[in-house]
């Protein structure tokens, strides 16, 4: 079974991320850490995937991303737990996290669903290392791209990520989301790396619009691998954070939220208490 879903393009099943021949997931249900137009009131749908395109050295959620745990569903089981999401937990929208590799299936286990009239709107999860062949060819699973903005250095997503062409392919991701879909991009800042955050966030600014809702995050924390890769087995300095969302201010963004130093879910508005929840998103 060949797979060319990701910028890797394997080639075969199972290729570099490790996902087999059915879609593994690892759990699923309301989602409240989510930013605020995709939580609403009851919740973000979120499925999350196991297995994934990128091995970040500080992946938090290695037991499933690195390891594969997670349980092999059927067709119909996934079936099943998108419409329970749906109408038992009626969430705000379907939630893929880390979707790639599963993309055949996710759009075959909808389909009965979307022949019965149900349907939410599908939030693409995602690092952002993609490829623009594959979101066009499954554009019915993206209402809304969440893509990470990670690396602006190449170098530096193969020794953190071993994700080749990072830069390349996430930048085109997070244009084709901005020019045909709904989009937030996150910028996690990153230990020993927050010139590379200010690099995407002038990206941002530059070539294409400093209207773009922006999540700038500060939670990083060492995790797996990072435990022991300097500088990843440090948290973010308070100096190299406000580094970051000083730019943020010069660059002009001032639609979407800023984490508070050492927080844990993206609450306050960028640039002062100026937005509402759902400022300028239509999902």
């Known amino acids: 079974m060949e797979c060319e879903l990701c910028p890797r393009r394997c080639g075969k099943r199972p290729g570099y991320c490790g996902a087999g021949g059915a879609p593994r ?3 699923w249900g309301p989602h409240f850490g989510e930013e605020p137009p995709l ?9 999350f995937f196991s297995r994934c395109t990128m091995k970040c050295l500080y992946c938090q959620n290695s037991p499933w991303s690195w390891k594969g745990k997670g349980v092999d569903k059927t067709i119909p089981e996934l079936t099943a737990i998108f419409r329970e999401l749906a109408l038992k937990d009626r969430v705000e929208n379907w939630n893929l996290v880390s979707p790639t590799p599963y993309l055949p299936f996710i759009r075959e286990a909808v389909q009965p669903l979307f022949d019965e009239g149900i349907r939410l709107p599908f939030v693409w999860n995602s690092s952002g290392y993609e490829r623009v062949e594959t979101l066009e060819e499954y554009r019915e699973l993206c209402d809304f791209g969440l893509f990470d903005l990670r690396y602006s250095r190449n170098e530096t997503a193969i020794a953190a990520s071993g994700a080749p062409g990072y830069v390349e392919a996430s930048r085109a991701a997070v244009r084709w989301a901005w020019e045909k879909k709904n989009l937030i991009v996150r910028i996690l800042v990153l230990p020993g790396h ?26 990083f924390t060492p995790a797996y691998k990072a435990l022991e890769t300097p500088p990843f087995d440090r948290k973010v300095t308070e100096e190299e954070y406000a580094s970051v969302t000083e730019a943020a201010a010069d660059f002009g963004f001032e639609n979407g939220w800023i984490q508070g130093f050492g927080a844990a879910d ?18």
């Open 39 to 47: 939580t609403g009131t009851r919740g973000s749908g979120c499925v």
């Open 25 to 27: 997931v690892f759990r």
């Open 266 to 283: 993206p609450k306050l508005a960028l640039l002062g208490e100026n937005m509402t929840a759902d400022h300028g998103v239509v999902i």
């Open 194 to 219: 927050a010139d590379e955050a200010i690099e995407n966030l002038a990206w941002l600014a530059t070539e294409l619009s400093n209207e773009i809702l922006v999540s700038v995050m500060s939670q």
